[in-house]
């Protein structure tokens, strides 16, 4: 019975491992195990959940969290993530009673309150909303995003007033916020506030510099400044960010067809043609350019599917019968031409094309096809809620102002790595696949590989060869290369213990193997990073990491080594022996990137900015662009 108890208790710590590490379906997998094992606990469907909540399966991961809450149901943190899951689903009266509940157990949980209010607003009970936000802002008077919620309540009862004195009062709070700035903007573009809107949203792009809506929405503040070259930066930006948005090219091929840029201006109609085939307002401006073009057939084709939606659109008979004349189709000319006749059109809408206005925008939803030159604005720009949890982003929930890259680990799986045309080599390893890795051979990886389903069953089916194998031999000397393999595959499925102590027991036979050394290094630090999450303290076993590394580079000087070993002494925050190893590597191997990356961060976290800088720069160019971010960030 304990040792029952003992293997489901292993079987959740690794699959929970595996969900730091964020391989969802291996720990999904692990679960299943405990779950099959001893149904009546509530902790692997609870987990299970939170796995299949990151995988997207809302439905499945509430269904755990509500067979995890029957079998327990004094768990505040089963609740909080079940309420996530109903609120991906739209089910917010659900989550609204999961929120309840958890405030029961847990009435100072700011997070549920904070949830629970943006429910009540999903709901359209502003009443409850705004009786929920005052008690979190009696409560936690600095909260600031409480501040902005009470202003988008506001606005949706359509007290502009008070929904800016709350914006105000949110960013005097927090004014390093981008969407505060972003919402503050969106208040004074509905009141033709253009310069004011264009200083919020360029705070706002400042601290969010990656979010496209707030550059389309700036381009409209600046066009209405006349400041055409600016509002075409602004579309050009959005569109990098953001290929596929409606209003960027809508009205991006706008402004190109009013500069004369005919082309790009029917290469951006195309694209908005492609999203929406029906847009009779893209098609009526494409048809234009194509006319303007000498398409003439095309523009035909494209007026003729306006004008049958709207028969009276004189404008547009006037231009296809003026391209029906030249092309010589006289008959359907006329035709047009008598109709527009027989209803005796205004002259205004004769003999020119009204210019691109900027006294007036449309809504997207708006129709009238005689709109068609107006820049096009979002019909409700709504807030953007950001539901609070530990359940938000990845995982480990780790903000660090710097990421150091990981260790270099072996593995029978390849990596793609992310320094182009770069393969990592050791002349250890090379010597162990020509000796023992025909079948398996051992690659040098980076980064955690993520298995699929059908790999991960490989790796176990492999295991539980090996541990037959084991069984049988009667010759220690002989299971020693059983081992080495067997860890490896340990290591794989994540379970590090496993790992390690195959690893302990084959260097009791074999005591100089670097490979070793090296492979328990890499399992005893994430098995670290995990328990150090769960508030463990580690630095014991962080002297072993670096014990074994100091052994594995005596009998193999490599430079994956040396990066390895630099990384343990930046966890331990001694920057100096870091960068003498990232150096040594870099001697060693003066390709190897990630080694150059590591050792800026820590050069600049030791307050050697500039060597840190030219470090990072370096990294960029063997390939590691995410270092230019960061130059980015400290040379300002």
Same mark, same amino acid.
């Given at each position: 019975?304990?040792?029952?108890?003992?293997?489901?208790?292993?079987?959740?710590?690794?699959?929970?491992?595996?969900?730091?590490?964020?391989?969802?379906?291996?720990?999904?997998?692990?679960?299943?195990?405990?779950?099959?094992?001893?149904?009546?606990?509530?902790?692997?469907?609870?987990?299970?959940?939170?796995?299949?909540?990151?995988?997207?399966?809302?439905?499945?991961?509430?269904?755990?969290?509500?067979?995890?809450?029957?079998?327990?149901?004094?768990?505040?943190?089963?609740?909080?993530?079940?309420?996530?899951?109903?609120?991906?689903?739209?089910?917010?009266?659900?989550?609204?009673? =999961? *929120?309840?509940? $958890? &405030?029961?157990? %847990? +009435?100072? @949980?700011?997070?549920?309150?904070? /949830? !629970?209010? #943006?429910?009540?607003?999903?709901?359209?009970?502003?009443?409850?909303?705004?009786?929920?936000?005052?008690?979190?802002?009696?409560?936690?008077?600095?909260?600031?995003?409480?501040?902005?919620?009470?202003?988008?309540?506001?606005?949706?009862?359509?007290?502009?007033?008070?929904?800016?004195?709350?914006?105000?009062?949110?960013?005097?709070?927090?004014?390093?916020?981008?969407?505060?700035?972003?919402?503050?903007?969106?208040?004074?573009?509905?009141?033709?506030?253009?310069?004011?809107?264009?200083?919020?949203?360029?705070?706002?792009?400042?601290?969010?510099?990656?979010?496209?809506?707030?550059?389309?929405?700036?381009?409209?503040?600046?066009?209405?400044?006349?400041?055409?070259?600016?509002?075409?930066? =602004? *579309?050009?930006? $959005? &569109?990098?960010? %953001? +290929?596929? @948005?409606?209003?960027?090219?809508? /009205? !991006?091929? #706008?402004?190109?067809?009013?500069?004369?840029?005919?082309?790009?201006?029917?290469?951006?109609?195309?694209?908005?043609?492609?999203?929406?085939?029906?847009?009779?307002?893209?098609?009526?401006?494409?048809?234009?350019?194509?006319?303007?073009?000498?398409?003439?057939?095309?523009?035909?084709?494209?007026?003729?599917?306006?004008?049958?939606?709207?028969?009276?659109?004189?404008?547009?008979?006037?231009?296809?019968?003026?391209?029906?004349?030249?092309?010589?189709?006289?008959?359907?000319?006329?035709?047009?031409?008598?109709?527009?006749?027989?209803?005796?059109?205004?002259?205004?809408?004769?003999?020119?094309?009204?210019?691109?206005?900027?006294?007036?925008?449309?809504?997207?939803?708006?129709?009238?096809?005689?709109?068609?030159?107006? &820049?096009?604005?979002?019909?409700?720009?709504?807030?953007?809620?950001?539901?609070?949890?530990?359940?938000?982003?990845?995982?480990?929930?780790?903000?660090?102002?710097?990421?150091?890259?990981?260790?270099?680990?072996?593995?029978?799986?390849?990596?793609?790595?992310?320094?182009?045309?770069?393969?990592?080599?050791?002349?250890?390893?090379?010597?162990?696949?020509?000796?023992?890795?025909?079948?398996?051979?051992?690659?040098?990886?980076?980064?955690?590989?993520?298995?699929?389903?059908?790999?991960?069953?490989?790796?176990?089916?492999?295991?539980?060869?090996?541990?037959?194998?084991?069984?049988?031999?009667?010759?220690?000397?002989?299971?020693?290369?059983?081992?080495?393999?067997?860890?490896?595959?340990?290591?794989?499925?994540?379970?590090?213990?496993?790992?390690?102590?195959?690893?302990?027991?084959?260097?009791?036979?074999?005591?100089?193997?670097?490979?070793?050394?090296?492979?328990?290094?890499?399992?005893?630090?994430?098995?670290?990073?995990?328990?150090?999450?769960?508030?463990?303290?580690?630095?014991?076993?962080?002297?072993?990491?670096?014990?074994?590394?100091?052994?594995?580079?005596?009998?193999?000087?490599?430079?994956?080594?040396?990066?390895?070993?630099?990384?343990?002494?930046?966890?331990?925050?001694?920057?100096?022996?870091?960068?003498?190893?990232?150096?040594?590597?870099?001697?060693?191997?003066?390709?190897?990137?990630?080694?150059?990356?590591?050792?800026?961060?820590?050069?600049?976290?030791?307050?050697?900015?500039?060597?840190?800088?030219?470090?990072?720069?370096?990294?960029?160019?063997?390939?590691?662009?995410?270092?230019?971010?960061?130059?980015?960030?400290?040379?300002?």
């Amino acid at each position: 019975m304990c040792y029952a108890q003992f293997k489901t208790d292993r079987l959740v710590m690794i699959g929970r491992s595996a969900l730091y590490f964020e391989d969802y379906v291996l720990s999904i997998q692990y679960f299943n195990q405990a779950i099959s094992a001893k149904p009546y606990l509530y902790e692997p469907w609870f987990y299970r959940g939170v796995a299949k909540y990151y995988l997207d399966d809302y439905a499945g991961a509430e269904a755990d969290c509500s067979e995890a809450i029957k079998r327990n149901p004094y768990v505040v943190g089963m609740y909080e993530l079940r309420g996530l899951c109903r609120i991906r689903q739209k089910k917010y009266a659900d989550a609204i009673r =999961d *929120y309840n509940q $958890a &405030l029961r157990y %847990d +009435p100072e @949980n700011q997070s549920i309150w904070h /949830n !629970r209010a #943006l429910c009540h607003i999903q709901e359209k009970d502003y009443d409850a909303a705004l009786l929920e936000l005052d008690t979190i802002l009696t409560r936690w008077s600095k909260h600031a995003p409480a501040y902005a919620m009470r202003a988008e309540v506001y606005l949706l009862q359509k007290d502009t007033a008070k929904a800016i004195a709350a914006l105000d009062k949110s960013l005097e709070v927090d004014p390093y916020d981008g969407n505060l700035w972003g919402q503050r903007a969106v208040i004074s573009l509905s009141r033709k506030e253009w310069k004011e809107s264009e200083e919020y949203l360029s705070k706002a792009i400042h601290l969010q510099p990656k979010q496209a809506t707030n550059y389309i929405n700036r381009a409209v503040a600046r066009f209405n400044q006349n400041n055409l070259r600016g509002t075409m930066a =602004d *579309y050009d930006t $959005a &569109l990098d960010l %953001d +290929p596929n @948005n409606f209003l960027g090219h809508y /009205n !991006r091929g #706008l402004l190109r067809a009013q500069v004369g840029d005919d082309n790009r201006a029917i290469t951006d109609f195309d694209f908005v043609l492609n999203l929406e085939p029906n847009n009779l307002m893209a098609l009526f401006n494409r048809a234009l350019l194509l006319e303007n073009t000498g398409n003439l057939r095309g523009a035909i084709r494209d007026y003729s599917k306006v004008i049958e939606e709207f028969p009276n659109f004189w404008f547009g008979l006037q231009h296809r019968a003026s391209c029906y004349r030249r092309i010589g189709m006289t008959k359907q000319a006329e035709q047009d031409e008598f109709r527009i006749l027989k209803a005796q059109m205004d002259k205004r809408y004769l003999g020119r094309q009204p210019r691109l206005s900027k006294e007036q925008m449309r809504k997207r939803s708006d129709l009238d096809i005689e709109k068609y030159n107006q &820049l096009t604005v979002a019909d409700e720009q709504e807030m953007e809620h950001e539901y609070q949890s530990d359940y938000r982003g990845k995982v480990q929930n780790r903000k660090v102002a710097l990421d150091y890259l990981p260790m270099y680990a072996l593995s029978y799986e390849r990596e793609l790595s992310q320094v182009k045309q770069y393969v990592a080599f050791d002349k250890q390893v090379d010597a162990y696949n020509t000796r023992e890795g025909r079948q398996h051979p051992l690659h040098i990886i980076s980064s955690n590989p993520v298995l699929e389903e059908q790999d991960t069953k490989k790796y176990f089916a492999y295991i539980d060869t090996l541990s037959r194998a084991i069984d049988r031999e009667r010759q220690i000397q002989r299971t020693a290369p059983l081992l080495f393999k067997r860890a490896l595959a340990y290591s794989l499925i994540q379970n590090f213990d496993a790992a390690i102590e195959d690893l302990s027991t084959y260097l009791q036979i074999d005591s100089v193997s670097s490979l070793a050394y090296w492979q328990r290094a890499v399992c005893q630090s994430k098995l670290n990073a995990f328990n150090a999450s769960q508030g463990t303290d580690v630095r014991m076993k962080t002297a072993n990491v670096l014990s074994d590394l100091t052994e594995a580079i005596r009998y193999n000087e490599s430079a994956y080594l040396y990066y390895n070993r630099g990384n343990v002494y930046v966890l331990r925050n001694d920057y100096a022996h870091a960068i003498e190893d990232y150096s040594h590597a870099i001697a060693l191997d003066g390709h190897l990137a990630e080694a150059y990356y590591n050792r800026g961060l820590a050069r600049i976290a030791n307050k050697q900015q500039a060597e840190g800088i030219s470090d990072l720069s370096k990294a960029g160019e063997l390939g590691l662009y995410t270092a230019y971010s960061i130059i980015k960030k400290y040379q300002q």
